[in-house]
C-alpha cells in the first residue's frame, strides 16, 4: 500500500513510527519518505508492503501515534507486487 | 489488463475493491492506483494480471462494486505479460 | 512485430481481438495498447511475438476482425527479441 | 551493427526485407524499425547482431532487395555487444 | 535511512567521517554525498544501512564528530530495503 | 576506454575500422558509434574493452589507419568495468 | 570514493593516472572521467572502488603525478557499493 500521512515535526519522530508501523501484524516492511516539511507539520508518503496486513489495524496504528493518514492512494492485492501499468493515452 | 475506473470517494474504498477484485477466478495479483481525487469522485487505473482470467466476470466484479468501467487501456494476452513496444517515429 | 492498428470503438472489444490474435498459429503473446479514443475509433499498437509467426495470417485475421493495419512500424526475425539500436546523432 | 536504411513504401514490405536479411550468412537478428513515412519512401534503421556477419554479403543483400544503404551508424566487433559508453563532457 | 547532514569543511573530513559512522553498531554501510559546499560548511545527504541500528547512537556519533544532523528524511524498517512508491497523481 | 576519433568518410570505413582495432593485443571489444557526418569527415566515439589493452599499440593503430585521436575521455583500470559516479552537486 | 581532480593536459595523462592510481594498496578498479577540457586544465572526476583503500596514500598519489584534488565527493565506508538515496523533497 501506499499511504499519504502527516504527522506533526516530532511526535512521533519519524525512526519511531517507522518502528511502530512495522511491527503490525502481517508487515513485512515499512518506507516512510518526507515529502514536505512545514513549521509544525511533515508531510510523508509510507508504503507498505507484507503477507495478508491487517489493514484495519495499520490505519488505527498510524492514527494511535498521532499522525493523520490522508489518503490510500495505491494498493496491491495478490501474490506479486505488481507494479501499475502506466497509461500510454 | 489495464482499466481505467472510477469510483465514489469510500464507496467502496479502495482496500476493498482491491480485495474483492483479486478475488476473481483467474486472478493473480490486481494494482489500484489513485490518479485523481475530485470532491465526489476517485479516478483509478485498475491494473490485474493473472492465469485465464474471466474478463466478463472481473467487469461485473467491478459494476457490482459500484464502481464504474471507464475503458479497457492495453490487454496482454498469451504465455508472457508482454510491454508494447512504444513507436519511435 | 509492431503494428499501428485502428478499430471501431467495440466492434470488437479489445479483450475479444485479443485472444483473437493470440490465437494465431506461432503467436506467444499479444499485447494491445490503446494510444487513442475518438467517438468513433480507436487507435491502438499491436506488439506480438512468436516462434515462426505466419505474418499473412496474423494480418488477415486483423482485417476478418473488422480493424484495419494502418502500418507495420518495426520487425524482428531471428534468434532472439532484438530491441533497435538508438540513432546517437 | 546499426544502419540507417531507406526503401520504397512496400517493395520490398518490412516483414519481407527482414526474414531475407535475417538468411545472410553469420546473421543471428535483425529488427527493422520504421523512423519515417513519406509518400514514397519509409525510412528504417536496421538493428543486426550475429557470429562473424559477412558485412559485404549483408550490405549486398540490402540493396539487391531495392532498398539504399544511407549509412553506417555504429558498430560493434569483438567477444560481446557492447555498448558505447556516453560522453560525460 | 537518509539524513540531511551539514558539516564544516573537514573537520571531520568525508572520509574520517564515514569511517566513524560505518562503527556504529548495526551500521553495514554507510555513504555520504556532498550536496553543497559553502565557505564554511559542506551540505551532504548520508545514507545508511544495517541490521537494527541503533539510531539515537548514530545520531549521536554525528553530533559527536561535530557534523550537524539537519533532518530524516526517509526511514525503513524491516526485512528488504524497501523503495518508496512514487506517487501517481 | 571510451576514444573520441575522426576519420575521413570512408577512410578507413567503420567496419573495417572495427575490426582492425579489436585485432589490437588485449583487445575483447571495440564499438564505434557515429556521433556527427560532415561532407567530408565523420565524427565517431570509440568504446574498448579488454584485458590489459595495449593502450599505445591501440593508439597507434588509430592513427595508422588514417583516423585521429582528439582525446581520451573516459579510462578504467581494474578488476571489474567501473562505471563512474554521476556528481550531485 | 568519487574526487574531483585536475591535472594539465597530458602530464601525466589519463592512462598513465589512471594506471598509477589502480595500483593504490586496497584499490580494485578506477574510473577516470573527463568532464571538461581547457587549454591548459583537463578536469577529471576519479571514481575509486576496493576493500580498505588506503585513502591518505590515494590522495598522496595524486598529488604525486602531477595532479590537483580539488574535493571527496562522495564516500562509501562498509559491505557494499552503497547507492545514495536521492532526496525526494
Redesign the interface.
Known sequence: ??L?VDKVLDRP???T???D??SVPG???????????DIQTVGT?V?V?GDDID?AAFFARIQKSGAVLH???????????????P???
Open positions: 500500500m501506499l499519504d519522530d519519524t525512526v513510527l517507522a518502528q508501523l512495522a508487515v513485512s516492511a515499512v518506507n516512510i519518505t518526507v515529502t514536505e516539511i508518503t508504503t508492503v489493514a489518503s490510500v492512494d495505491e494498493v496491491v492485492v495478490g501474490d506479486r507486487i505488481l507494479e501499475p501499468v497509461r500510454r493515452r
